[in-house]
């Protein structure tokens, strides 16, 4: 399993068994960081949540990431209770705490709260939310390009649960993932309810032909930051990008094919469904993606 990879992989850092906690207002020691079982995020994955990324003592796009929490927690009918400057100024005392200033990674979580009994209806949630950061010390450690299996789980319609949410309930993503695995892949290609290629279990997906680089509609995938960012840098720097509906004839004809993420930036695609994506390395227009997307952050900050 030495070649197993993932689009997390991290680097092994110690300084994480000693990280204190953001939970509830206070920073606590990782070991007592601790939920109730009666949490709803425990018992019925009722939350929501984000990933942040430290850069040079700048959290990249952190007020994109805040926009999108505070607008699938309204989705969601959840009251955070908590104002983003407060937010904010929480996510900077556990970055202080941590003493980190760069090569960090946040997860701020945010469940519908502890419940009177166990069982589903929202109004058992009677104690306010439960509101926590996990931040570690986290760069990014990809030994190899992702390769990548098709499987029957889709991407599916926003009635029944909206692939736009960054919600707790990640069931029908971890099935995906754990059916590429046994198809021996790192990560799964999941489709539309149309057939289309939409994105993967856990980041949006991309492909380059002839020098344009195209991706889903954005109707059935994460409303990515990540995404939209190279959407951006594309349009901005004359690179053609395309926002459609292809297939997968499409896809293992590809150039290049890459992912997108808070935590991995972009990262190289080799083979899908045992098709080899061009040379099996990172391509030259993904290259050029990377550095316009680091120029972006630096800006940024």
């Keep these: 399993m030495a070649d197993k990879t993932t689009t997390h992989a991290a680097e092994e850092d110690a300084r994480n068994e000693q990280i204190l906690i953001w939970l509830n207002g206070s920073c606590v020691p990782k070991a007592q960081a601790v939920v109730s079982v009666y949490d709803s995020g425990f018992m019925l994955g009722d939350g929501v949540w984000e990933g942040l990324r430290l850069y040079n003592g700048n959290w990249a796009f952190w007020g994109e990431h805040f926009d999108r929490l505070f607008e699938a927690a309204k989705a969601i009918d959840l009251d955070i209770g908590m104002s983003r400057d407060q937010l904010y100024s929480a996510l900077l005392e556990t970055q202080s705490a941590n003493n980190m200033t760069t ?53 599916g319609l926003p009635m029944t649960q909206d692939p736009k949410l960054n919600s707790h309930s990640k069931l029908n993503c971890i099935l995906a993932c754990i059916a590429a695995e046994k198809a021996g892949a790192d990560e799964a290609l999941m489709l539309d309810v ?43 720097d004359g690179i053609p990008v395309f926002e459609r509906n292809y297939s997968l004839v499409d896809t293992y004809g590809a150039d290049e094919a890459f992912l997108t993420g808070t935590f991995g930036a972009q990262t190289p695609v080799s083979e899908i469904d045992g098709r080899q994506i061009g040379t ?6 993904t290259k050029r993606i990377r550095t316009l997307y680091k120029e972006l952050i630096e800006a940024d900050a």
């Design 280 to 285: 099996a390395e990172m391509g030259p227009v």
């Design 103 to 155: 090569d960090a990674h946040a997860r701020l979580m945010v469940t519908r709260g502890v419940k009177t009994r166990p069982f589903q209806h929202p109004s058992l949630s009677q104690q306010g939310p439960t509101i926590t950061i996990i931040m570690e010390h986290s760069q990014p450690k990809i030994p190899r390009p992702i390769k990548l299996a098709t499987v029957p789980h889709i991407r």
């Design 194 to 236: 149309h057939g289309f290629v939409n994105t993967t279990n856990a980041c949006n997906f991309f492909i380059v032909r002839k020098g344009a680089v195209w991706t889903s509609t954005g109707d059935y995938c994460m409303n990515g930051i990540t995404r939209q960012k190279v959407i951006d840098v594309c349009r901005a």
